[in-house]
C-alpha cells in the first residue's frame, strides 16, 4: 500500500440503489472501488457501474471546460467567456418574448445530483416559465400521480417492506438489472434471497423472463400494455371471492365503496385475453396474495410507460390496500426520509392534496401535472409559432434526442431555437444542438447527498460524502453555475457574487421556512454554502433533528430504522383519508373498458435494462462497454421462425414511415409476439463527442415511437406495446 493511500467512502450518484461504496485514494487518484461493507443502508453491495465511477473521471470525452458554439463549430471558452455570451443572448430573447420563451428540460441526473436538484429549482423560480419538461413524464410520472390522489402529495409512494415480507408480486420491473426504481432497494438478489430463504415467494409478471424471473419463484408472461386489465382483474377477483380485508389501514380509508362497482367490468375472465394471463391464474394469484402473511405489490416503468399508466399504479396500490397490506410491516410503507420530505413538514394528517391541469400546454392542451407539460410536447412548442413559442431551452442534464419518442423531430426542432444552453458533462447527442454547453465537475469532486431517495428506501437513513478529489478551483461546481444562470434570467448579469446571492436566496428562504428558529439555525449553519447548506438546513428541520456535521461523522452513514407505520399522520388528502377512489381515476375506466377487446398484433416492441448500462450516457465508460454487445433486439424462437430472422443477423424493425437496424438475439425468454430492445442507444449521430460509444452505435429504440402516444392523466409517454414490424437484412 503506498504510504499516501487513504480510504474514503461515498455514495454512488448513478442509480437509485444508493450504494455506499469504499475507495483507495492515492496521490490524487482513485486506485480502488468497492462495496463499503459498513454502510447502513447497502452493506457492501455494489454493481458493476460503481466501479466506472473512476473511468468517468478519466474519461477524455468528458468535458472540463464550457464549449460555446461559432459559426457552427464547438470551441473551448473559459467559464467567464461562456456566461457572458448567455447573458447577452438569453435576457433580450426574455424581454422580447416573455419568460414562457425560454423552456427547460431536467433530465435522469438532476435527481441524483444534490447540487442540480436543489438548484435547479432555483432556476427554474427565478426563470420562472411555465414550460417546464423533464424525465419523469417518461417514467415514473403515473407513479407519482396514482400516489398522489391516494395519499395526497406527489412523494408520497409506499414501497415494499421487503426484508420484512413473504411475498412479492413484481410486475413491469426488472431490479436484477435496474437496481430498482422509485424503491431504493441496494442488493435487491440479497434481499429476494432472504425473503424466500423465510418461505417466502417472488412472483414477477413481465412479457420477458428477466434476469429477477429467473430468481423468481414463478414468472408469469403478460402482454405488452395489459397491466391495468390484469390488475383490476385481481381486484374484481379480490370482491368476487370476498378476500378484501382492510386490516388497520382501514379507519384511514375513504371510498371502499366505490371501487367494487368501478371494477365490475374487469372480472378475470374478461380480462383475460387483453393482458395474456388465464383467468384462472388471475384468481390463483389474487387468493396467493390474499393468503400470503405478509405481502406486497410492486411496479414499476413496465406499468408506467403506457397508455393506462396512472390507472395501472392505482390499481397495484388498490391491491394493496385491499389486501390490508398499507403501512404494514412486511407491506408497502411509508419511508420517512430525515430531510426534504413533504410529508414530514407541515400539519400531519391532511393537507391540499394533489390537482393537475392548473394550466395546459399551448399546442395539444396537455394538462400540467406536478408543474411540468409532457416532455414529448416540447418539439411542437418549439415548432409552433405564436404568442408563447418555445424559442430558448436550457437542457439540465438531458439527452432527450435519445431517450424521449421521435428524436429526430426533435433535433430538428433543436435547431430552430434561437439558443440553447445545456448543463451537460458530455458533447452528446442532445447537447450537440446547444450554442453553450457548460460541464459539471466530475461526481469523485463533488458532495453527495441523497435528496429525494431517502423518501423511497426500503430502510431510513442518512448519509453524506465529502468530495473524494479536490477539484480544479476554477471549475465552479452546478450549483454555483446553475445560480449564476438564475441570476442571468433575473436580469442582475452574469457578474454577480453567486455567493452572495446564495446567501440572500438563503436567508429569504430561512426567514419563510423557519419563524422564529430562524436566528439561531441562520448560525448554526453559517459556516456552510450552496447545497451543504440547504442540506444542514432540512436535516435540523427534519423529523429526526439531524444535523450534517452527525451524519458527516458516521461513515456508513445513520440508520435510521426499519420503515414504522405513517398512517394516518403521513397523508397530506384534503379529506385526510387514504382516497381508493379519486374522480379522475373513475373516470379514466370508461377508456380502458372500451379497449378490452384489442386483438394483439403480431409483433409488439417493449424496452429492456442491463445492469452494465445507464439509460443513455455510460456507453462511453471501458469498464462498462466491454463484453458482448448488447444492445440486440430478442425476439422468441417462434417470432424468428416465422419471419425468417436468425441469432446474430440484422433486421429491420419498421413503424409507419420510420426504421432502424438491429442485431437479432432469439430468445426463450421472449413472449412470443414481443420484441425487446434496450433505450438510450442510437451513438451514430453526427457532431458527438463520444468516442468509445460510436464504435458500438447501436440502434435507438425512442426513434420508432410517436410523440402523441401519451398517458392523458399523467402525460407520460407510452414507450412500449406499440406495433412493429421486423424483417431480416442480407
Ligand atoms: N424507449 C424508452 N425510452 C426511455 C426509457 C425506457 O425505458 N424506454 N426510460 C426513460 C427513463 S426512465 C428516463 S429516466 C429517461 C432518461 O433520459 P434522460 O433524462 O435524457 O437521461 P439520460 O439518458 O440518463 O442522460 C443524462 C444526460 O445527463 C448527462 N450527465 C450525466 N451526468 C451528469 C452530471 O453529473 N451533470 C450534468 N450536467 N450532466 C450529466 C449525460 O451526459 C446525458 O446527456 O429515459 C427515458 N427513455
Ligand atoms: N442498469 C441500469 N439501471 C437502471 C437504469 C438503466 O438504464 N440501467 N435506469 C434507471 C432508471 S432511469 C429507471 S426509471 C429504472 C427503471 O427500473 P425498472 O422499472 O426495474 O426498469 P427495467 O429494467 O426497464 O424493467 C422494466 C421491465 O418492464 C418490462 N415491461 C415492458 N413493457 C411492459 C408492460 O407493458 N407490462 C409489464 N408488466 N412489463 C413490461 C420489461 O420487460 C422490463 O423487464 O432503472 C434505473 N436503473
Ligand atoms: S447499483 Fe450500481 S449504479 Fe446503482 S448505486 Fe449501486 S453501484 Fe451505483
Ligand atoms: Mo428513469
Not at 407491506?331 to 430525515?338: L, N, Q, S, V, W
Not at 418549439?382 to 404568442?387: H, K, L, R, V
Not at 378490452?596 to 409483433?603: F, T, V
Request: aromatic share 6%; hydrophobic share 45%; net charge negative.
Amino acid at each position: 500500500m503506498p504510504a499516501s493511500e487513504a480510504t474514503v467512502h461515498r455514495i454512488c450518484p448513478f442509480c437509485e440503489a444508493c450504494c455506499g461504496l469504499e475507495l483507495k485514494v492515492a496521490d490524487g487518484r482513485v486506485t480502488a472501488i468497492r462495496g463499503h461493507d459498513a454502510d447502513v443502508l447497502s452493506a457492501g453491495y455494489m454493481c458493476p457501474k460503481g466501479v466506472a465511477l473512476r473511468d468517468l473521471h478519466d474519461d477524455p470525452d468528458r468535458l472540463r471546460r464550457p464549449l460555446i458554439r461559432r459559426g457552427g463549430q464547438f470551441v473551448e471558452a473559459g467559464w467567464d467567456e461562456a456566461f457572458a455570451e448567455i447573458d447577452r443572448r438569453l435576457p433580450p430573447l426574455i424581454g422580447a418574448h416573455g419568460r414562457n420563451a425560454v423552456a427547460t428540460v431536467l433530465g435522469n441526473p438532476t435527481a441524483h445530483k444534490a447540487g442540480l436538484l436543489l438548484y435547479g429549482a432555483r432556476l427554474g423560480r427565478a426563470l420562472g416559465s411555465q414550460n417546464v419538461f423533464s424525465a419523469s413524464t417518461l417514467d415514473q410520472m403515473p407513479r407519482q400521480l396514482a400516489a398522489g390522489l391516494m395519499y395526497g402529495h406527489w412523494l408520497s409512494i409506499p414501497v415494499p417492506d421487503i426484508d420484512r415480507s413473504d411475498y412479492l408480486l413484481v410486475i413491469g420491473a426488472n431490479p436484477l438489472a435496474s437496481n430498482g426504481s422509485m424503491w431504493t432497494v441496494p442488493d435487491f438478489r440479497g434481499r429476494a434471497r432472504a425473503l424466500q430463504a423465510r418461505g417466502g415467494r417472488l412472483v414477477v409478471v413481465d412479457p420477458r423472463r428477466t434476469e429477477t424471473a429467473d430468481v423468481a419463484d414463478r414468472h408469469l408472461f403478460i402482454r405488452p400494455g395489459g397491466d391495468v386489465f390484469f390488475l383490476l382483474g385481481l381486484v374484481h377477483a379480490l370482491f368476487d371471492e370476498d378476500l378484501v380485508r382492510l386490516g388497520r389501514a382501514g379507519a384511514c380509508v375513504a371510498g371502499l365503496d366505490q371501487v367494487r362497482p368501478a371494477v365490475a367490468g374487469f372480472a378475470p375472465e374478461a380480462v383475460a385475453a387483453r393482458c395474456g394471463i388465464a383467468a384462472a391464474d388471475i384468481r390463483g394469484l389474487a387468493r396467493e396474495l390474499a393468503a400470503a402473511p405478509r405481502a406486497a405489490v410492486y411496479g414499476r416503468i413496465g406499468t408506467c410507460t403506457q397508455e393506462y399508466g396512472t390507472l395501472a399504479n392505482w390499481a397495484i396500490d388498490l391491491l394493496n390496500v385491499l389486501t390490508g397490506r398499507l403501512d404494514e410491516e412486511g407491506g408497502i410503507m411509508f419511508p420517512k426520509a430525515p430531510a426534504f420530505a413533504a410529508n414530514t413538514a407541515g400539519a400531519p394528517g391532511s393537507g391540499c392534496g394533489v390537482t393537475t391541469g392548473r394550466r395546459r400546454s399551448r399546442v395539444s392542451g396537455a394538462p400540467e401535472v406536478f408543474g411540468e407539460f409532457p416532455l414529448t410536447c416540447l418539439a411542437e412548442e418549439i415548432e409552433t409559432p405564436g404568442d408563447g413559442q418555445v424559442r430558448a431551452l436550457i437542457a439540465i442534464a438531458a439527452n432527450p434526442v435519445l431517450s424521449a419518442p421521435n428524436g429526430a423531430r426533435l433535433a430538428a426542432a433543436l435547431d430552430r431555437l434561437d439558443f440553447m444552453v445545456s448543463l451537460d458533462i458530455y458533447l452528446n447527442e442532445t447537447s450537440r444542438h446547444a450554442d453553450v454547453i457548460l460541464p459539471g465537475l466530475s461526481p469523485l469532486e463533488d458532495i453527495h447527498y441523497d435528496v429525494p431517495f431517502p423518501q423511497l428506501a426500503c430502510r431510513n437513513y442518512a448519509r453524506f460524502s465529502e468530495a473524494t478529489l479536490p477539484r480544479d478551483p476554477d471549475r465552479p461546481a452546478e450549483w454555483e453555475t446553475l445560480l449564476r444562470l438564475a441570476a442571468i434570467v433575473e436580469g442582475r448579469g452574469a457578474g454577480i457574487d453567486v455567493h452572495a446571492y446564495d446567501d440572500e436566496l438563503f436567508n429569504a428562504e430561512l426567514g419563510r421556512l423557519a419563524g422564529d428558529r430562524a436566528a439561531a439555525i441562520a448560525d448554526a449553519v453559517a459556516p456552510r454554502r450552496g447545497p451543504e447548506r440547504l442540506i444542514d438546513l432540512a436535516l435540523r428541520q427534519g423529523p429526526y433533528g439531524l444535523t450534517l456535521d452527525a451524519v458527516r461523522k458516521a461513515p456508513g452513514g445513520i440508520d435510521l430504522g426499519p420503515l414504522s407505520p405513517r398512517l394516518p399522520e403521513v397523508l397530506r388528502t384534503p379529506s385526510g383519508m387514504v382516497e381508493l377512489a379519486p374522480p379522475p381515476l373513475l373516470a379514466d375506466l370508461a377508456r380502458a373498458a372500451a379497449d378490452l377487446g384489442r386483438p394483439a398484433p403480431d409483433l409488439v416492441i417493449i424496452g429492456r435494462r442491463h445492469v452494465r448500462s445507464n439509460n443513455s450516457w455510460m456507453h462511453n465508460l471501458p469498464v462498462l462497454a466491454k463484453g458482448p454487445f448488447r444492445c440486440t433486439a430478442m425476439v422468441h424462437p417462434a417470432d424468428a421462425g416465422r419471419l425468417g430472422l436468425t441469432d446474430g443477423g440484422r433486421a429491420r424493425i419498421a413503424r409507419a414511415d420510420r426504421a432502424i437496424e438491429v442485431m437479432v438475439e432469439v430468445s426463450d425468454a421472449m413472449m412470443p409476439g414481443v420484441v425487446s430492445l434496450p433505450h438510450g442507444w442510437g451513438h451514430d449521430l453526427p457532431g458527438i463527442r463520444l468516442g468509445l460509444a460510436a464504435q458500438r452505435p447501436g440502434a435507438n429504440l425512442n426513434a420508432l415511437l410517436d410523440e402523441d402516444l401519451r398517458d392523458p392523466l399523467s402525460g407520460n409517454a407510452v414507450l412500449g406495446g406499440v406495433e412493429v414490424t421486423m424483417q431480416p437484412l442480407g
